[in-house]
């Protein structure tokens, strides 16, 4: 049913995607991207393992909206090789202060699936786009970098404390699980809007957040139950030989 209703809705959505393409200025590349600057920028370009910062607003081919950090009043923070193809490619076409609209089709926005309820399977989409900034990364912290410390010797790399990041002091901060720290990657996306510009494929994509930050469900200090298990089985032969 959900593949004769993306058929269905692709057969429908192709003489709106001619149109676009067809309009002033309007760039169509071989992945079936539609790109028309509005706007031209003059700062730098993205590359696709770059984080930027940008205000969007998302139509379908009906003009319905469906997302729009525009209309939120907050621009989204992302990885661009965080989000759906169709953005990967366009944004990468823009320099920072610039604004274009891009038109996705199904192909390289969420396939055959959809995003329901909002979008259809095999839907077109459009968007207004206006590229903010390239983010910096962070900078690591102090004790990652081996930078020297206060007290210690001189050209001794320093071990961070991982007890103490893990506890912290009485009272203190205690270190966010994966998922908390993980929004550090992206921002200005309403939990209650629909995730337009993450990747369909992505196992997390139904929450708004990229897949690298439920790896494994892991927090960033655990170990692997299997090397608990052979520490524990070399302490129990230890002990057997000294009694011997």
Same mark, same amino acid.
């Given at each position: 049913m959900p593949?004769?209703?993306?058929e ?18 309007a760039?169509?590349t071989?992945s ?10 003059s ?16 139509t ?6 469906f997302?729009?950090? #525009? ?11 965080r989000?759906i193809p169709?953005?990967?490619?366009a ?44 983010e910096?990364p962070a900078?690591?912290?102090a ?6 410390q206060?007290?210690?010797q001189?050209?001794? #790399?320093?071990?961070?404390n991982?007890?103490s990041?893990?506890?912290?002091p ?8 994966r998922?908390?720290?993980c929004?550090?990657?992206v ?7 629909i995730?337009s ?5 992505s ?6 957040a990229?897949a690298?930050?439920? #790896?494994?469900?892991?927090s960033?200090?655990a170990r ?7 520490r524990?089985?070399a302490? #129990?032969?230890?002990?057997r030989?000294?009694?011997?």
């Amino acid at each position: 049913m959900p593949k004769s209703a993306a058929e269905a809705e692709k057969k429908d959505a192709q003489s709106f995607l001619d149109k676009m393409a067809k309009e002033k200025g309007a760039q169509k590349t071989e992945s079936g991207l539609i790109f028309i600057e509005m706007a031209p920028g003059s700062g730098a370009t993205p590359q696709a393992t770059d984080t930027v910062k940008v205000n969007y607003h998302g139509t379908l081919r009906d003009g319905t909206v469906f997302d729009s950090s #525009r209309d939120r009043g907050t621009p989204a923070t992302f990885p661009l090789n965080r989000v759906i193809p169709c953005w990967t490619e366009a944004v990468q076409k823009m320099k920072v202060g610039g604004k274009a609209k891009i038109v996705c089709p199904s192909s390289i926005a969420y396939g055959d699936r959809g995003a329901p309820p909002k979008i259809k399977p095999g839907a077109p989409l459009v968007f207004e786009v206006e590229l903010l900034s390239i983010e910096k990364p962070a900078a690591p912290p102090a004790a990652a970098r081996g930078v020297h410390q206060p007290g210690g010797q001189a050209g001794q #790399r320093s071990k961070p404390n991982h007890t103490s990041q893990r506890r912290g002091p009485p009272g203190g901060p205690r270190q966010a699980p994966r998922e908390q720290s993980c929004q550090s990657t992206v921002s200005g996306i309403s939990p209650n809007a629909i995730p337009s510009i993450w990747r369909w494929s992505s196992p997390t994509a139904a929450s708004g957040a990229p897949a690298s930050c439920s #790896r494994r469900g892991q927090s960033p200090g655990a170990r692997p139950a299997r090397a608990g298990l052979a520490r524990a089985t070399a302490s #129990r032969r230890v002990c057997r030989t000294t009694r011997r």
